[in-house]
């Protein structure tokens, strides 16, 4: 992820920025915004994406782009231009475990959703920080895994 400035209005003591932002995903996938930041309010005045976000997707933008918009203005350490780069394709979640570990827990994140009538595909991706494809993917692995049941029944 990377955010630069577009541009700054000043007036008086009060700023308002604009600023690029871009979500980059090691599948191809893309997303670009401009963010407004005011007196400590964000605004997203456009979003571009492809593939298209889903509405869940969009629903949970602001907690992709909240910590580099607040370094980019100043709010916290970090790179001074607002480059995150060094976290990865997971959107800023590294702690989460590869292989058979990580498909049980993508699993009772999605038994759990399941239950509770909610996403069980944006339950794995709030939990995990992947992009759809990859939360799909992990699921998959779950599946081939066992530790899911079969999406469609044999006959």
């Not at 790179?79 to 993508?106: C, F, I």
């Amino acid at each position: 992820m990377s955010v630069w400035p577009a541009w700054e209005v000043r007036e008086g003591e009060r700023t308002t920025r604009w600023l690029h932002v871009r979500l980059a995903f090691g599948d191809g996938a893309r997303v670009d915004a401009l963010a407004v930041v005011s007196e400590g309010c964000v605004c997203v005045e456009d979003v571009r994406a492809r593939p298209a976000l889903a509405l869940e997707d969009l629903a949970v933008f602001a907690d992709w782009i909240e910590g580099p918009l607040a370094r980019a203005c100043g709010a916290g350490a970090g790179p001074a231009d607002g480059d995150v780069t060094g976290t990865g394709a997971h959107r800023g979640r590294s702690t989460w475990p590869p292989g058979p570990e990580g498909w049980r827990l993508a699993a009772r994140e999605y038994r759990a959703a399941r239950e509770r009538g909610a996403d069980p595909v944006l339950a794995v991706m709030d939990a995990t920080g992947h992009s759809r494809r990859g939360a799909l993917r992990l699921i998959g692995r779950a599946r081939d895994a066992g530790l899911l049941s079969p999406r469609h029944a044999r006959r």
